[in-house]
């Protein structure tokens, strides 16, 4: 499914990600020159745990469903990339293999840096040499964050704090009233729950709670937003 050339929205979403927008323009220039797309059906495997580092990754459409295989067999999903996101230079760095396996979720397009032209690119630009370790800063600060969460927040703050990530990244404006926000990513309960570390019959019974307090709509496609202050309160609520 490769395509050599990024749609108009594709190429946005890469140029607007919060780091990628931060670079000099001429080092922007210098990653996309190097740069090739690869597109995705729902459920195709995009990287294998072990793989040798061969590519830099971003999200330019969809998302990339990261997960693991517990003991028992089980597949447990630990994050989903988004759009304008960029993954897999750890393992350029350290030259060890993948760490988890990579699926897309949904139709999804990735842009993509071989090994060799992204160690060109540092060796040109000593400005990617900060950026990358602003980059990992930031990832640090973000596990430490969930962790932190998982330690001290009870679920329905947790999920409510999921939810309103979800809106920032995916959220869509209903059609059918301008105040509420679609949520364009498809997960299912189970997904949802795994991201949370919790079981999936909890995770339901939250989100009925807050189907209840007017907070969010279930409907079969998806997750409908119709209140983010009241999310915003309960995420906030034992903080």
């Given amino acids: 499914m490769d395509d050599p050339i990024l749609t108009i929205d594709e190429r946005e979403a890469i140029n607007s990600g919060r780091w990628f927008s931060s670079l000099s323009p001429s080092l922007r220039h210098d990653i996309l ?9 729902d459920g195709a495997l995009i990287a294998a745990r072990g793989d040798p580092p061969e590519e830099w990754i971003a999200c330019a459409r969809g998302a990339v469903r990261v997960s693991s295989t517990s003991i028992s067999g089980k597949q447990i999903t630990l994050t989903y990339v988004e759009p304008g996101i960029w993954f897999g230079d750890v393992a350029i760095f350290d030259g060890d293999g993948r760490t988890h396996d990579a699926y897309a979720h949904g139709d999804t397009t990735i842009l993509c840096v071989a090994r060799a032209d992204f160690k060109k690119i540092l060796a040109q630009h000593s400005e990617l040499y900060e950026a990358m370790l602003r980059l990992h800063a930031r990832r640090i600060r973000q596990l430490f964050g969930l962790v932190e969460d998982l330690n ?76 983010r202050d009241a999310l915003m309160r309960i995420s906030e609520a034992n903080q």
Wanted: positive net charge; charged residues 30%; aromatic residues 4%.
């Fill in 33 to 41: 020159r190097c740069s090739y797309v690869k597109r995705f059906k």
């Fill in 152 to 227: 001290t927040l009870p679920l329905r703050s947790r999920l409510a704090k999921q939810l309103l990530h979800l809106v920032r990244s995916y959220g869509v404006p209903s059609l059918s009233d301008g105040n509420e926000v679609r949520i364009s990513l498809q997960l299912a309960q189970e997904e949802l729950a795994q991201l949370l570390g919790a079981s999936r019959q909890r995770v339901n019974q939250e989100l009925k709670a807050m189907e209840r307090e007017d907070a969010i709509r279930i409907e079969p496609g998806g997750l409908v937003i119709r209140d």
